[in-house]
């Protein structure tokens, strides 16, 4: 197993769904240190703006764990995005408490659309000419990102999954297929060969794809610049559309 730490839900997510086999590689998406000095600046802001206003000096640092406190936890939950690699599938969305991510077995995923980007928030505009069907798990101070071509997975509970005929053979149509993209501000590097390894170890022909995929390429988000740029995406798309 590679990557971030194994929580507790997705532990118990994939005991819920053992067709997806065992858990890989997990790549979750914390708020990076950008993130976390741009939250204690605006703490700080407020703290020193009470104590300069009405408040005392006293009162104003009585604020200051509340401040962290409510800060601290919104950009915990904001940060609950991952994607979980398994022996034959992803679980791919937020991990954050009272959601769940979706569900996306290897059989109804485009093997060679796997692209690496910068910005990966760009790629909608950039591919709105051949697919309106987008979802991006993302967050404010994410640039960099994985993308691929997929169905839309159901969410991970055993009633939606079944209903959908994820694991039957029966799930969704290729014409249903989405362009997904997991952002991080990390390298995407350990992401994409985590993939490159489950889907050669299913039987794919994807050894090397990693020396593809990587480096990243910075895109302009101009549609004009798809089929040079992100080739895998459009590709892709072509054949399922």
């Given at each position: 197993?590679?990557?971030?730490?194994?929580?507790?839900?997705?532990?118990?997510?994939?005991?819920?769904?053992?067709?997806?086999?065992?858990?890989?590689?997990?790549?979750?998406?914390?708020?990076?240190?950008?993130?976390?000095?741009?939250?204690?600046?605006?703490?700080?802001?407020?703290?020193?703006?009470?104590?300069?206003?009405?408040?005392?000096?006293?009162?104003?640092?009585?604020?200051?764990?509340?401040?962290?406190?409510?800060?601290?936890?919104?950009?915990?939950?904001?940060?609950?995005e991952k994607v979980v690699v398994f022996d034959r599938g992803l679980l791919i969305g937020s991990f954050a408490p009272?959601?769940?991510?979706?569900?996306?077995?290897?059989?109804?995923?485009?093997?060679?659309?796997?692209?690496?980007?910068?910005?990966?928030?760009?790629?909608?505009?950039?591919?709105?000419?051949?697919t309106s069907l987008f979802t991006g798990r993302n967050t404010i101070w994410a640039f960099n990102g994985v993308a691929?071509?997929?169905?839309?997975?159901?969410?991970?509970?055993?009633?939606?999954?079944?209903?959908?005929?994820?694991?039957?053979?029966?799930?969704?149509?290729?014409?249903?297929?989405?362009?997904?993209?997991?952002?991080?501000?990390?390298?995407?590097?350990?992401?994409?060969?985590?993939?490159?390894?489950?889907?050669?170890?299913?039987?794919?022909?994807?050894?090397?794809?990693?020396?593809?995929?990587?480096?990243?390429?910075?895109?302009?988000?101009?549609?004009?610049?798809?089929?040079?740029?992100?080739?895998?995406?459009?590709?892709?798309?072509?054949?399922?559309?």
């Open positions: 197993m590679t990557g971030d730490r194994v929580t507790r839900k997705v532990r118990r997510l994939a005991a819920e769904f053992p067709e997806l086999g065992r858990v890989r590689h997990v790549e979750a998406n914390p708020p990076s240190p950008k993130a976390w000095a741009v939250t204690l600046g605006f703490v700080a802001f407020c703290v020193i703006g009470a104590a300069i206003g009405n408040a005392t000096v006293a009162g104003a640092l009585g604020m200051l764990p509340i401040w962290l406190a409510i800060c601290g936890g919104i950009l915990w939950y904001y940060g609950g009272f959601l769940r991510p979706h569900v996306v077995p290897f059989a109804q995923f485009a093997v060679g659309s796997i692209t690496a980007v910068r910005p990966a928030w760009k790629l909608a505009a950039m591919l709105t000419p051949r691929f071509v997929a169905v839309f997975g159901p969410v991970a509970r055993r009633k939606y999954v079944d209903a959908a005929g994820t694991f039957s053979g029966h799930g969704a149509r290729p014409s249903t297929a989405i362009v997904w993209w997991f952002a991080t501000w990390r390298q995407p590097d350990r992401l994409v060969k985590a993939l490159e390894a489950a889907l050669v170890d299913l039987g794919h022909p994807v050894v090397g794809l990693s020396h593809h995929v990587l480096p990243l390429v910075r895109i302009s988000g101009k549609p004009a610049d798809a089929a040079t740029q992100v080739p895998r995406l459009v590709a892709a798309l072509e054949q399922s559309f």
